[in-house]
């Protein structure tokens, strides 16, 4: 009996799977046919936005203003279908929503009903309902010969139930699905059923439904090193964020994994799909590192949006500077602190006079010889520095003041008792001492026009920096700061104060120079005789986005972690702009979260913020963010961490290093690589993270070494964290610094200890015990 029992339910499950198997055949190639329809729809427009640049090239610019304005525009955006035809976008189109009748069953602009809720009537009392509409969405709109939609964009109002809709909250929709395609081929649907309770009919067929869900997909998919869009799956609660009115101040905190980063960049693509043209004054995304611009930067074009766009690590805000090098956190500390503003005021004054400045000015006028000596000299200085005004800008007075008291000491002021003729010799003395190459000679000695790079050297000198510091840094900082300054190349907290300098000396006052001919031009004439070459519009366009510095929208990524100086910097380049501003206070690598806070309100000014919070962890499976609350309790007793969406079953594993730490870390990496298909992160302390890229020697390039503080952002399927105890005793902020590298996996930890973790007897360090 029991056998027979078995047997039939095994026989039962191999019908299901094969009834499974043919419903997802059919379903797929309904989407097929949907997918081809779209394809012959964009040929068609390609072949006519061909047919009109023939024509156009060959009617030469005939017509009206308006119809060419109107067909250069067809032009482009069959030229923008048609690029992406080009790119074989993995999912061109990646949506569906099948959706009960609509409160008022009126369609909007966009062909799709607009009613959030569903009319009275469209669920009948047996439970069943009719689909009365089905809305495929993808990267961009497409319509049909009659402008019907095919595809919607997905930042169009009418996509917004695609990503809001819940089971808690359905709204109209059904069934959602999620379509992959590989170029013009669908690959596979993954639906999620809003309304389970329901029966619904689709054409009078009952509704399929098929797969796990996208989510799940998604999110189970191997990591490489570059992050992916998430438009396909994105949630409720994300997606709040990403259409919200761009007024002021959109703020968003969220725990580790709960997608910031990737709402962050979508909503940038939202933002310009919804009000181009206010956003053609661009759109800067600030990061925290290289590695996490690197990793990021794929995601807006795979959204349909480049150009427009600067993703931008915090350290390559100031053009001309990168920065390279790290400071420790004490010197750090020091440099990202907002006392720093005093000191660079000062240096700049300071810097004036660097050693061998001039002490006499002698000048011959009037055929009479004229000094002004050192005292008399250190007045004029101290009288044109009076006031905030910026250094290189007050060079015109101080030059001023010098032919005043050159003037007096003339005695040519008496001269005449008619205004007119006193003005008129005046006016010659000036000229006749202006024009004198050593009096132009002592003004750039005496008065030198001051670059950021030049007064920041100027702070390499201790004792120089020990006079200009004092009362705002203690003597240790002082040499710290001095010591930093001193080696080649510049940190990502100097890029701050090289920005502020810029503010605080002001642009040069003279104008620039000439480009200095080339000698043979000079000879031949042939400058003049060549017409110079006119910039395109392109790149006109590339160069005015290179030399923007303010901004419509400002995303800050990572804001817990910038410095009230770093606050700044970025303040100057958003001060009319509105902002979006994502982090999370935990992960703070600033000691003084307070002291941020604070330039951070500065920076944003009185400007209304509208909160958000996001509360789902999609990146880390449960085992490992459970593990990572354990740090959390520590770094910030008493704050929330996030619920991780899924559970993998596979628990952190953890690793002694008895004899060589070398040789542990490497095997387990190399362990990990077996396990997983995707990328594995080796996060050591900063100071190690040298010796750890050659730990790593041979493995292959899945696999890299991280320092603590590169982690930030970025996530591996499986990460090796070497000595929490290391990384925690690095610096004020170490337990936050952890928090952010146990948070990086996205399937497998194993935790390397060494002897200053106090590892017990299952290797678990003592950070991590219960
Ligand atoms: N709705 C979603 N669908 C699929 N994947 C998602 C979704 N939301 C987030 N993810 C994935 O979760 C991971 C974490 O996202 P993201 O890096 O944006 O988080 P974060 O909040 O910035 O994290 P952290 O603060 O740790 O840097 C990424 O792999 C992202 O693609």
């Known amino acids: 009996m029991a056998a027979q029992a078995q047997q039939d339910s095994a026989v039962d499950s191999v019908h299901d799977s094969v009834r ?43 017509g009206t203003p308006g119809a060419l304005a109107e067909r250069d525009a067809q032009v482009f955006r069959a030229g923008v279908h048609l690029s992406r035809l080009n790119n074989e976008f993995e999912d061109f189109l990646f949506g569906r929503i099948d959706l009960l009748l609509g409160k008022d069953g009126k369609k909007g602009p966009d062909g799709a009903y607009t009613a959030v809720e569903p009319a009275e009537g469209a669920l009948r009392p047996d439970g069943t309902a009719d689909i009365a509409e089905t809305l495929h969405i993808g990267r961009i709109g497409v319509l049909d010969e009659d402008y019907a939609p095919l595809v919607i964009d997905w930042r169009a109002p009418a996509a917004a139930p695609f990503y809001r809709s819940t089971p808690v909250d359905p709204g109209r929709v059904v069934r959602r699905r999620v379509i992959r395609s590989k170029g013009r081929r669908v690959l596979g649907v993954e639906d999620d059923l809003m309304r389970p309770e329901i029966k619904a009919s689709l054409d009078g067929e009952e509704l399929a439904v098929v797969g796990d869900g996208a989510l799940m997909a998604a999110l189970g998919q191997a990591r490489t090193h570059s992050m992916r869009d998430i438009v396909a799956s994105i949630q409720a609660e994300q997606d709040l964020v990403i259409r919200a009115p761009a007024a002021s101040v959109t703020y968003v905190e969220g725990g580790p994994g709960t997608g910031k980063t990737a709402v962050a960049l979508h909503r940038a693509a939202y933002l310009l799909y919804q009000d181009r043209r206010r956003y053609a004054g661009g759109i800067l995304i600030v990061s925290p590192t290289p590695l996490l611009v690197a990793y990021t930067e794929g995601v807006l074009p795979s ?12 350290g390559s805000l100031v053009d001309g500077a990168e920065a390279t090098l790290y400071d420790s956190p004490a010197t750090a500390r020091a440099k990202g602190s907002s006392r720093m503003l005093k000191v660079l005021r000062r240096a700049a004054r300071g810097a004036l006079e660097p050693e061998g400045s001039p002490t006499l000015l002698r000048v011959v006028a009037f055929g009479r010889r004229l000094e002004l000596e050192a005292e008399e000299l250190a007045g004029i200085r101290r009288t044109a520095l009076g006031g905030t005004a910026p250094v290189n800008l007050l060079r015109p007075r101080a030059r001023r003041l010098l032919l005043d008291a050159l003037w007096a000491k003339s005695g040519a002021a008496g001269r005449h008792t008619d205004p007119e003729l006193a003005a008129e010799l005046r006016s010659s003395f000036d000229e006749d001492v202006s024009s004198e190459d050593s009096f132009l000679a002592f003004l750039d000695a005496w008065w030198p026009e001051l670059t950021p790079a030049a007064v920041l050297a100027a702070m390499a000198d201790e004792r120089k920096l020990g006079r200009w510091a004092r009362r705002v840094l203690n003597p240790g900082e002082v040499r710290k700061v001095a010591r930093s300054l001193r080696r080649e190349g510049h940190s990502v907290h100097d890029i701050a104060l090289l920005d502020e300098l810029q503010a605080v000396l002001g642009a040069p006052a003279r104008p620039r120079k000439r480009r200095e001919l080339d000698p043979l031009e000079q000879l031949t004439g042939l400058e003049e005789l060549m017409p110079q070459r006119e910039e395109t519009q392109r790149e006109r366009a590339e160069r005015l986005a290179q030399e923007r510095t303010e901004y419509a929208h400002v995303i800050v990524d990572e804001a817990q972690d910038l410095t009230p100086m770093q606050w700044r910097m970025v303040g100057r380049r958003g001060r009319h702009a509105t902002w979006t501003v994502v982090g999370d206070p935990a992960q703070s690598s600033w000691s003084d979260p307070d002291e941020a806070a604070a330039a951070r309100d500065e920076a944003l000014g009185t400007r209304p913020r509208r909160r958000f919070e996001l509360t789902v962890n999609y990146r880390n499976p ?21 619920a991780a969406v899924r559970s993998t079953g596979v628990e952190p594993r953890f690793a002694v290093a008895a004899d060589s730490l070398e040789e542990t870390v490497r095997a387990e990496a190399a362990r990990l690589l077996d396990l997983v298909d995707g990328t594995v992160g080796v996060v050591v302390a900063m100071n190690r993270r040298e ?48 928090y952010v590298a146990l948070t990086r996996a996205t399937q497998q930890l194993t935790v390397v200890s060494c002897e200053r973790d106090e590892p017990d007897a299952a290797g678990v360090p003592d950070l991590l015990r219960d």
Not at 303 to 314: D, K, N, P, S, T
Not at 626 to 635: F, G, P, R, S, T
Not at 716 to 723: F, L, R, W
Request: negative net charge; aromatic residues 4%.
């Open 20 to 62: 499974e198997d043919s419903v997802r055949d059919r379903e797929i190639s309904v989407e097929q046919a949907h997918l081809d329809r779209v394809y012959h729809r964009l040929e068609e427009k390609i072949h006519e936005a061909e047919f009109l640049m023939n024509d156009a090239a060959q009617r030469g610019q005939v």
């Open 691 to 738: 010796e750890a890229r050659r730990w790593l020697a041979g493995l292959g390039d899945r696999v890299v070494a991280l320092g603590s503080l590169e982690a930030k952002g970025l996530e591996y399927d499986a990460t090796v964290v070497v000595s929490p105890a290391e990384v925690a005793d690095e610096s004020p902020a170490g337990l936050r610094v952890l």
């Open 622 to 642: 449960a085992e490992i963010a459970e593990l990572a609350a354990k740090v959390l309790a520590l770094a910030m007793p008493g704050s929330q961490s996030p």
């Open 303 to 314: 959204l349909g949006e480049e150009g427009q766009v600067a993703i931008r690590a915090i």
